[in-house]
T-cell receptor
Framework: NAGVTQTPKFQVLKTGQSMTLQCAQD?????MYWYRQDPGMGLRLIYY???????DKGEVPNGYNVSRLNKREFSLRLESAAPSQTSVYFC???????????FGQGTRLTVV | RKEVEQDPGPFNVPEGATVAFNCTYS??????FFWYRQDCRKEPKLLMS???SGNEDGRFTAQLNRASQYISLLIRDSKLSDSATYLC??????????FGAGTTVTVRA
């Protein structure tokens, strides 16, 4: 009964390093999302994938890239990490548009 | 103006009390509405959907007022375990869920 699985759970990067956050869902959902959560700001959408083969920018896409590898997997890449990208990152999936989303446990990323 | 705005609280209430709070949204075309619960350092979890006619799930009641563009959540007979941050979520009719910054509720013994 895994739902949405994110890896890693914690990561510390140096400024300028790159990394990929992995996300997989086993609920056969069509849509997947990447959000970041910062204190006092709520969750902000970085990128989303409405369906396999499509990706679109959200509210805060700068500094990130995504890949919808297949229906199950949606990865988020930071090419050159910056301290402003220190945040908690959540992956989510939903069965279709206008429906609720289900979240992974989050990745706590610190960029020093 | 933010798409979704919430009173951040905190609402500090004794066990057994009733607590209620609202969330306003800016997009009048919004079609779906939800309340999520988030515990400290955990992922958001769906608490309940909000329907036009209002709906109830145990001690929780959600209401939608489309004319004034707000949704509300009422918690009756508060339990210690209700202490959390409650996130208002609005979907404007596409794939993107917009989140409020959350309302913090603390229930004290």
């Amino acid at each position: 009964n895994a739902g949405v699985t994110q890896t890693p759970k914690f990561q510390v990067l140096k400024t300028g390093q790159s990394m990929t956050l992995q996300c997989a869902q086993d609920m056969n959902h069509n849509s997947m999302y990447w959000y970041r959560q910062d204190p006092g700001m709520g969750l902000r959408l970085i990128y989303y994938s409405a369906s396999e083969g499509t990706t679109d920018k959200g509210e805060v896409p700068n500094g990130y890239n995504v890949s919808r590898l297949n229906k199950r997997e949606f990865s988020l890449r930071l090419e050159s990490a910056a301290p402003s990208q220190t945040s908690v990152y959540f992956c989510a999936s939903s069965p279709r548009k206008n429906t609720e989303a289900f979240f992974g446990q989050g990745t706590r990323l610190t960029v020093v | 103006r933010k798409e979704v705005e919430q009173d951040p609280g905190p609402f500090n209430v004794p066990e057994g009390a009733t607590v209620a709070f609202n969330c306003t949204y800016s997009n009048s075309a919004s079609q779906s509405f939800f309340w999520y619960r988030q515990d400290c350092r955990k992922e958001p979890k769906l608490l309940m959907s909000v329907y036009s006619s209002g709906n109830e799930d145990g001690r929780f009641t959600a209401q939608l007022n489309r004319a004034s563009q707000y949704i509300s959540l009422l918690i009756r007979d508060s339990k210690l375990s209700d202490s959390a941050t409650y996130l208002c979520v609005v979907v404007p009719g596409d794939y993107k869920l917009s989140f409020g910054a959350g309302t913090t509720v603390t229930v004290r013994a």
